[in-house]
């Protein structure tokens, strides 16, 4: 008699990163609040932030809500160019439920002359940890005075993550283009004093030095890295 003799192996199975704008606003007085967003559970929402102040240094930007939690994904603060009248911050929210209409508020301590804020719903990210820290790989950030800004991570790119590039400079708008191969997801600003604000990203992606295309200007910018949700092992027997 015959045996039959079954092989029992696991298929896993990738997370796939999406990022979407869920909302913007730029203005010369500053943003006091982000009405009407609507969270979902199991998806990140990174909220780059960025101020401008044209007599000194800038204000940093705090955000809150009715049961959010917002964490600011790099040092506190972010950072800001040359002469500290530009500042870029970026923070991550992970809702353990889905509700609708809630409300961002946007606080500054400091002086500000203006104020922008871009908010992402990132769908497919490893949201485990506290407040999704774990969908955070890396993170880098830096300034400089010249053209076409760059920020390098670690070549330790993860398979099927993504990275997020904001830049902040004084362009209104920024006026910048995307690398090859990225999505150009914001480029846009205000006056008095001008400023400039910009954001893209790629997914499934191993470079780990984005590139903006733009002319000679005082910029600052922060990249990070997002971590798909992890695998899961389905048996095929």
Same mark, same amino acid.
Do not use: C, H
């Given at each position: ?50 101020? +401008? ?8 930007? +705090? ?20 002469? $500290? ?42 949201? +485990?940890?506290? $407040? ?10 830096? +300034? ?49 004093? $001008? ?43």
């Amino acid at each position: 008699m015959k045996k039959l003799i079954f092989l029992l192996f696991p298929v896993f199975s990738y997370g796939q990163i999406t990022i979407t704008e869920v909302g913007n606003g730029y203005n010369t007085l500053g943003i006091g609040s982000m009405n009407s967003v609507t969270f979902t559970a199991g998806d990140l929402y990174i909220m780059f932030a960025g101020t +401008s102040n044209d007599a000194g240094t800038v204000a940093t930007v +705090s955000l809150s809500g009715t049961g959010q939690t917002w964490d600011e994904i790099t040092s506190a603060g972010g950072v800001v160019n040359g002469g $500290n009248r530009k500042r870029i911050q970026v923070f991550r929210y992970a809702p353990t439920s889905t509700s609708g209409s809630n409300t961002i508020n946007v606080t500054y301590t400091g002086t500000q002359d203006g104020g922008w804020v871009v908010l992402y719903k990132v769908t497919g990210a490893d949201v +485990s940890g506290t $407040n999704g820290a774990n969908a955070i790989v890396q993170n880098n950030l830096g +300034s400089a005075n010249g053209a076409n800004p760059t920020l390098t991570l670690s070549s330790a790119i993860l398979d099927r993550g993504a990275v997020m590039f904001g830049l902040a400079n004084g362009t209104n708008p920024f006026t910048g283009t995307e690398e090859s191969g990225w999505t150009e997801a914001a480029d846009n600003g205000y006056a008095t004093p $001008n400023t400039g604000a910009y954001v893209m990203y790629r997914v499934n992606t191993t470079d780990n030095t984005p590139t903006v295309t733009m002319a000679s200007d005082n910029w600052a910018g922060i990249a990070i890295e997002l971590k798909a949700s992890g695998r899961r092992a389905v048996i095929i027997n």
